[in-house]
């Protein structure tokens, strides 16, 4: 489910990015939303769009072959949070969480600050706001199109590389130094650099995200399986590093800078280095699974 929920992500986010472009370039032909026409408003309802099929397709998914097995045949144990604590499984449990707290924290405390950003390049600074909202919709445009390609690099690479750990430092180890360099330096120089290292960044952090749908079935029996997912994915990722948002702004407010653009630059940069280096050292503690197979 996880990994079908990452895949839908993606798409809904290159739609959203396209309909943003839409919505600057010829907002003021669509309808009044609320007596004007910001773009921000159909963006936001554009949100629909890709929602509606995750939806209606999400009920017919397949379930696996062995819940739907053991369920049938009334063997199917009852998940439990607290199994999720027991020794056996720990430190895979509290691993992942923390792990998955840093891909969620460079996500929100780094990358979706970039179009807060872009407007104060030399390049845009000087345009007019609806050509500055163009140059950020390209540049989002670039960061979905990056991460994409990076869940399809993933998937590449997932069926040759037999250790996790060595798969996920393909992307954890050229992100610690690419992803902060791009928004200490390209970020506040060169648009041209914004769009390469964006896409880059794009691809080495969200490749993340298609990691952690490969790996956490592995590492949890089939009554557990969706109740380790989700702990890790809600609990570390949407509780605690999407608080990196709030961390980055507040960091901003101390950080050195000519400008409110190049400030918080600096703090998405320091932030990202931060959440990157966090999730290279935890990934020392991170379990291999003990089998190819999924555990029963």
């Known amino acids: 489910m996880l990994r079908y929920t990452q895949a839908f992500s993606s798409i809904g986010g290159l739609m959203i990015s ?10 003021k032909s669509l ?6 026409h910001e773009a921000w408003r159909y963006t936001l309802m554009s949100g629909i769009i890709p929602a509606i099929p995750l939806m ?24 439990s949070l607290a199994e999720l604590f027991r020794p056996e499984y720990r430190r895979t449990t ?12 460079a996500a929100f405390g780094a990358i979706q600050h970039i179009p807060r950003i872009v407007p104060g390049l030399p390049q845009v600074v000087h345009l007019a706001r609806a050509a500055q909202e163009q140059v950020v919709s390209k540049v989002q445009f670039l960061q979905e199109m990056g991460g994409l390609l990076g869940r399809i690099l993933l998937a590449f690479l997932a069926i040759r590389i037999v250790s996790r750990r060595t798969l996920l430092r393909l992307f954890q180890l050229p992100g610690l130094f690419l992803v902060p360099l791009v928004f200490l330096y390209a970020a506040v120089h060169d648009l041209s650099l914004v769009k390469v290292g964006i896409f880059l960044a794009g691809l080495l952090t969200v490749g993340q995200f298609s990691f952690w749908g490969n790996y956490l079935p592995r ?10 997912e989700s702990f ?4 570390g990722g949407r509780m605690i590093g999407t608080s990196a948002a709030l961390l980055t702004t507040q960091l901003a407010n101390v950080m050195a800078g000519s400008t409110a653009f190049t400030k918080l630059a600096y703090s998405a940069a ?3 280095l931060l959440v990157y280096a966090l999730g290279f050292l935890l990934s020392f503690w991170l379990p ?3 089998r190819d197979q999924l555990p029963e």
């Open 31 to 36: 309808p009044a939303v609320h007596g004007g």
């Open 232 to 235: 890790a994915a809600n609990i």
């Open 270 to 272: 320091a932030v990202a």
């Open 219 to 228: 590492v949890y029996p089939t009554h557990l399986r969706g109740t380790g």
């Open 18 to 27: 396209v309909a943003y472009y839409v919505a600057v370039t010829y907002g």
């Open 94 to 105: 509290l691993v992942t969480a923390l792990m998955f707290a840093c891909s969620y924290g």
């Open 288 to 290: 291999e699974p003990q």
């Open 56 to 79: 209606i397709i999400r009920p017919f998914l397949p379930e696996s072959p062995v819940w739907r097995e053991k369920k049938a045949q009334g063997t199917l144990k009852r998940p």
